[in-house]
């Protein structure tokens, strides 16, 4: 079992940064494949990033692509997200997910790869 808790979102102006952070709890964390994933208002859930157990792969969304920066902190238990040049249209619910490596076959962009979820942060961008 893995427990997610996200933190870091806000209300921030266009052209600004936010840094979440996801801290985890439960064992082998660190083979843990991340994902950020987030929900606009009547919006579906869409894919922003994600990250391998090791850190050596990274994936983004090309809607945040070039702007935003996934990383982890296996030690720490920790995942973060670096958001630069905040658009209105990043105004969401941003959510941690993680991917029992048991199950996961690499399909970083679909959630059902992931079997564990935050509670989600609200990041709202201001024109």
């Known amino acids: 079992q893995v427990q997610l808790v996200e933190s870091g979102g806000g209300l921030v102006q266009a052209g600004g940064s936010l840094r979440l952070s996801c801290t985890a709890s439960g064992r082998a964390f660190s083979k843990y494949a991340m994902g950020w994933f987030r929900q606009a208002p009547g919006k579906e859930r869409e894919f922003v990033a994600a990250i391998n157990w090791s850190a050596g792969s990274t994936n983004y969304a090309d809607s945040v692509k070039g702007r935003f920066t996934i990383s982890r902190d296996n030690a720490k238990k920790m995942v973060f997200l670096q958001m630069n040049s905040l658009k209105p249209e990043d105004t969401a619910v941003y959510y941690c997910?993680?991917?029992?490596?048991?199950?996961?076959?690499?399909?970083?962009?679909?959630?059902?790869?992931?079997?564990?979820w935050g509670q989600g942060t609200q990041v709202t961008v201001s024109s």
């Open positions: 997910a993680a991917g029992d490596p048991t199950y996961y076959s690499g399909n970083y962009y679909r959630q059902g790869e992931y079997d564990y």
